[in-house]
């Protein structure tokens, strides 16, 4: 991927959040910006974070993310993806022990798996599931929009297990 299909890819992440809060999201917040020389996208629920909606950076909780940099882009030509689980035993309100909510997360995501693309679960208690998707400046706003969208479908399985945590 050419430097200049790497800047077509960082200049959609707006786009696609702003695509992203036109449509119904069902409590998820998306958040778009840079984090560690990488351009992201993160959707989140306020319930499943004690961090501010505002920032991008999180210290605890759950969230999706999809992100890509340049030399990720242009030497793979791939975005990543992955739900995230962050300090969930200090997650205000609830009694969780991460590495059972992973197992659990993705006993209930294995019928799922197969709609997400390169998806593995074969991660810590901290990765509940990490996939990519090749990228194409044509496609790309498409492709991590579908990627939102399924996510919305898992993030009531979210909730769930939350709600089966709360103190």
């Known amino acids: 991927m050419a430097?200049?299909?790497?800047?077509?890819?960082?200049?959609?992440?707006?786009?696609?959040?702003?695509?992203?809060?036109?449509?119904?999201?069902?409590?998820?917040?998306c958040k778009q910006g840079?984090?560690?020389?990488?351009?992201v996208l993160?959707?989140?629920?306020?319930?499943?974070?004690?961090?501010?909606?505002?920032?991008?950076r999180n210290e605890t909780g759950i969230f999706f993310s999809i992100w890509t940099n340049a030399k990720a882009a242009a030497g793979k030509?791939?975005?990543?993806?992955n739900i995230h689980a962050l300090k969930l035993r200090q997650l205000?309100?609830?009694?969780?022990?991460?590495?059972?909510?992973?197992?659990?997360?993705?006993?209930?995501?294995?019928?799922?798996?197969?709609a997400?693309?390169?998806?593995?679960?074969?991660?810590?208690?901290?990765?509940l599931m990490q996939g990519w998707i090749e990228v194409d400046v044509n496609r790309f706003e498409k492709d991590a929009l579908a990627l939102m969208e399924r996510f919305q479908s898992v993030s009531p399985l979210i909730d769930r297990l939350l709600a089966l945590r709360r103190k």
């Open 77 to 81: 030509n791939r975005a990543n993806y």
């Open 3 to 29: 430097a200049t299909d790497s800047q077509q890819i960082q200049a959609l992440f707006p786009k696609i959040k702003s695509r992203f809060d036109q449509r119904p999201s069902d409590g998820l917040i």
């Open 34 to 39: 840079l984090y560690n020389d990488c351009c």
């Open 92 to 114: 205000a309100g609830y009694s969780i022990t991460s590495r059972d909510f992973a197992n659990e997360f993705r006993e209930n995501f294995s019928s799922l798996c197969a």
């Open 42 to 56: 993160k959707l989140q629920k306020a319930a499943w974070t004690n961090d501010r909606m505002d920032q991008l």
């Open 116 to 127: 997400w693309p390169n998806v593995s679960v074969d991660y810590g208690p901290l990765t």
